[in-house]
């Protein structure tokens, strides 16, 4: 079964200044899809970038970029420029597939990124 | 406008009672979702609908029943309500069947039962 790890509960950046977030995920097929997902307090999960598998080129998306590596089976994502809006939980996910169609996304247990002014 | 929405946002409600909840998105998407989020923030899969028709049904209490009444609905109905049930349903949609399509959310809805 596929799993996603993210092993940081909690992290804290300075406004302006960058920071990681970690993902590990656990799988045996060689074609899937990873996401992060933000939810802030507003509750609403909003998608802040996707790598498909196949890709080498890591995905960049404004201030937030990934580091994938396949064979480690790692998706950190990197937020540059830190904002107080950042604040959030982010959600690493995978999507697997289910009987050769769209399957579901599998979440991590999340990180609480603090941003501090 | 709102691309997936949910109705109601909160809803407190005692043991045993029956409720729904319900989704609507007006992206065009063939698939439709229900996640819960347990009070760790834990999110997972129930069900998945394409074009109305059941593609995952994750191991789930036979309380909790899905419908679809066209492709861009999908109502949680659920029986019985327990204490476990308290928790934040999200409702999302994806374009269709293929590898990789984005989900989008719902705004959740948070159910308590007392």
């Known amino acids: 079964a596929q799993t996603v790890t993210q092993s940081q509960p909690e992290m804290s950046v300075q406004e302006a200044e960058t920071v990681t977030l970690s993902c590990t995920y656990d799988?045996?097929?060689?074609?899937?899809?990873l996401f992060w997902y933000k939810q802030p307090p507003s509750r609403q999960m909003i998608l802040v970038i996707r790598?498909?598998?196949?890709?080498?080129q890591n995905a960049t998306e404004n201030r937030f970029s990934v580091n994938f590596q396949k064979a480690a089976k790692s998706f950190s994502l990197k937020i540059s420029d830190s904002q107080l809006g950042d604040a959030a939980m982010y959600f690493c996910?995978?999507?697997?597939?289910?009987?050769?169609?769209?399957?579901?996304?599998?979440f991590g247990k999340g990180t609480k990124l603090s941003v501090k002014p | 406008d709102t691309a997936v929405s949910q109705t109601p946002k909160y809803l407190v409600t005692q043991m045993g009672n029956d409720k729904s909840i319900k989704c609507e998105q007006n992206?065009?998407?063939?698939?439709m979702y229900w996640y819960k989020q347990d009070s760790k923030k834990f999110l997972k899969i129930m069900f998945s609908?394409?074009?109305?028709?059941?593609?995952i049904n994750e191991t789930v209490p036979n309380r909790f029943s899905p419908k679809s009444p066209d492709k861009a609905h999908l109502n949680l109905h659920i029986n019985s309500l327990e204490l476990g049930d308290s928790a934040v349903y999200f409702c999302?949609?994806?374009?269709?069947?293929?590898?990789?399509?984005?989900?989008?959310f719902g705004p959740g809805t948070r159910l308590t039962v007392l």
């Open positions: 999302a949609s994806s374009p269709g069947l293929a590898g990789g399509d984005t989900q989008y």
């Open positions: 992206l065009g998407h063939d698939t």
């Open positions: 790598q498909e598998a196949y890709k080498q």
């Open positions: 996910a995978f999507l697997t597939f289910y009987g050769g169609s769209q399957g579901n996304l599998i």
């Open positions: 609908y394409n074009n109305k028709e059941l593609i």
């Open positions: 799988t045996s097929e060689s074609d899937y899809y």
